[in-house]
């Protein structure tokens, strides 16, 4: 497992994964080139023998108390081996790196592998919003990382 930067030429191999991991709300590719433009956030590609297997990102302005996990995906056959872990811990330390106190992200209520990986991480569910994701009225728990504890933690 190799993680880096996304960049542009990553955008098609990125696109693939959104659309075969949320195939009836995928990110359009308007709004993924945007988000890999942003100087407000970072992303990150899983790259194996040469092929980009996941991705992760994270919007985390320079100096705010808050940052907020965007997406995580991986290709299908690579999925419950570590990869999102190692991808989600390279995101709450780039949002830590950025001064970020506080992380939040969205998770579908459908998605308990998801889910349990948030919790095993430290997230705590804070909220529901109700048929959030469309078009299958699935709702978000939304989720948050007190980062301030994390850095007492490692004192």
Do not use: C, K
Request: proline share 3%; hydrophobic share 40%.
């Amino acid at each position: 497992m190799s993680l880096r930067t996304a960049t542009r030429d990553d955008l098609d191999a990125i696109m693939s994964l959104e659309e075969s991991s949320f195939p009836s709300d995928a990110w359009s590719r308007t709004a993924m080139s945007a988000e890999l433009a942003s100087p407000h956030g970072r992303y990150l590609v899983d790259v194996e023998d040469g092929r980009v297997v996941g991705y992760g990102g994270v919007r985390a302005i320079h100096g705010a108390a808050d940052a907020d996990i965007q997406t995580i995906a991986l290709d299908a056959g690579l999925r419950g081996v570590g990869r999102g872990r190692a991808l989600l811990r390279a995101l709450v330390g780039e949002a830590r790196e950025r001064g970020a106190r506080e992380l939040f992200l969205e998770v579908r209520a459908d998605n308990p592998v998801a889910h349990g990986l948030y919790v095993s991480e430290g997230f705590v569910e804070i909220a529901r919003r109700p048929r959030y994701y469309q078009p299958d009225d699935v709702d978000a728990v939304i989720m948050q990382l007190n980062l301030r504890d994390e850095e007492d933690n490692d004192r």
